[in-house]
């Protein structure tokens, strides 16, 4: 058989053709090709959702509260300069000075006033309410019964 310009088949002829002669048949060349054709079949869906939940938890912590206490402490002594503040034993002194008028000027400590320090620290529970979120994914198919994933 042979295949023809129209690309119809027909019975094979035999190819004549003297030595020097030359002939006019044409012999055509056939290729044959495939192709791939895609379908697209939906076999199922899918749900994605996301989800708040809210968690009741209570906090704990220890909290520190400082107070002062503060005395006003009387001296009334002649002294020949300014004090510096001090610390003497968790207690914080700061001079109060005065200028008399004498017959002469002299320096006079007049009070000190004392700070004292005190931290006292306790246990608090506080409720709170925190959020978190989750995902949800729900997926189902002709095949299968639906799923639910986290």
Same mark, same amino acid.
């Given at each position: 058989m042979s295949v023809d310009r129209d690309g119809s088949m027909s019975p094979?002829?035999?190819?004549?053709?003297?030595? @020097?002669?030359?002939?006019?048949?044409?012999?055509? $060349?056939?290729?044959?090709?495939?192709?791939?054709?895609?379908?697209?079949?939906?076999? @199922?869906?899918?749900?994605? %959702?996301?989800?708040?939940?809210? $968690?009741?938890?209570?906090?704990? +912590?220890?909290?520190?509260?400082?107070?002062?206490?503060?005395? #006003?402490?009387?001296?009334? #002594?002649?002294?020949?300069?300014v004090p510096e503040p001090r610390l003497e034993n968790g207690v914080t002194i700061l001079p109060v000075v005065e200028e008399r008028l004498v017959?002469?000027?002299?320096?006079?400590?007049?009070?000190?006033?004392?700070?004292?320090?005190?931290?006292? &620290?306790?246990?608090?529970?506080?409720?709170?309410?925190?959020? %978190? %979120? #989750?995902?949800?994914?729900?997926? &189902? &198919? +002709?095949?299968?019964?639906?799923?639910?994933?986290?």
């Amino acid at each position: 058989m042979s295949v023809d310009r129209d690309g119809s088949m027909s019975p094979a002829r035999p190819l004549e053709a003297a030595v @020097g002669e030359r002939s006019d048949t044409v012999i055509d $060349v056939v290729e044959e090709t495939a192709r791939i054709d895609k379908v697209e079949h939906v076999t @199922g869906t899918v749900r994605v %959702q996301l989800v708040t939940d809210t $968690v009741e938890e209570t906090l704990r +912590d220890a909290v520190s509260k400082r107070s002062v206490s503060i005395e #006003r402490v009387p001296v009334d #002594r002649m002294i020949d300069a300014v004090p510096e503040p001090r610390l003497e034993n968790g207690v914080t002194i700061l001079p109060v000075v005065e200028e008399r008028l004498v017959v002469e000027k002299r320096l006079f400590l007049v009070e000190e006033v004392h700070i004292r320090h005190e931290t006292t &620290s306790e246990n608090v529970a506080i409720p709170v309410t925190l959020r %978190q %979120q #989750r995902v949800v994914v729900e997926r &189902s &198919s +002709d095949e299968t019964n639906p799923t639910e994933e986290e």
